[in-house]
Nanobody, 127 residues
Framework: QVQLVESGGGSVQSGGSLRLSCAAS????????MGWFRQAPGKQREGVAT???????RYADSVKGRFTISQDNAKNTLYLQMNSLKPEDTAMYYC?????????????????????WGKGTLVTISS
């Protein structure tokens, strides 16, 4: 059973930084790809950053140069370092992993859809 548990969210002022973590267990897929997605109030969930088994990364244009996705395979942990945060980054951030059924596909990110999701961690940026 795949479990993804996010942590690291919080409230910071504009220009500040946060690092999100996602502890993964039970995940092993030939289509390995993990990433971060976010959903702001009243908006659809969108891709933020993903990383695949080759270490290739993809980012939303809105976060390029500010956010960095990384992984520690020894710890089975995915990270998202967020710098120069803006109020528009306020959202619930979700960790996700691709799977066989690929239910939720986001163009420009993982080549396969995301099947597994964490419960999210809230990020609030004040101006």
């Amino acid at each position: 059973q795949v479990q993804l548990v996010e942590s690291g969210g919080g409230s910071v002022q504009s220009g500040g930084s946060l690092r999100l973590s996602c502890a993964a267990s039970g995940y092993s897929d030939s289509r390995y790809c993990m990433g971060w997605f976010r959903q702001a109030p009243g908006k659809q969930r969108e891709g933020v950053a993903t990383i695949d088994s080759n270490g290739s990364t993809r980012y939303a244009d809105s976060v390029k140069g500010r956010f960095t996705i990384s992984q520690d395979n020894a710890k089975n942990t995915l990270y998202l370092q967020m710098n120069s945060l803006k109020p528009e980054d306020t959202a619930m951030y979700y960790c996700a992993a691709s799977g066989i059924s690929g239910r939720y596909y986001y163009a420009g990110f993982c080549n396969y859809g995301m099947d597994y999701w964490g419960k999210g961690t809230l990020v609030t940026i004040s101006s």
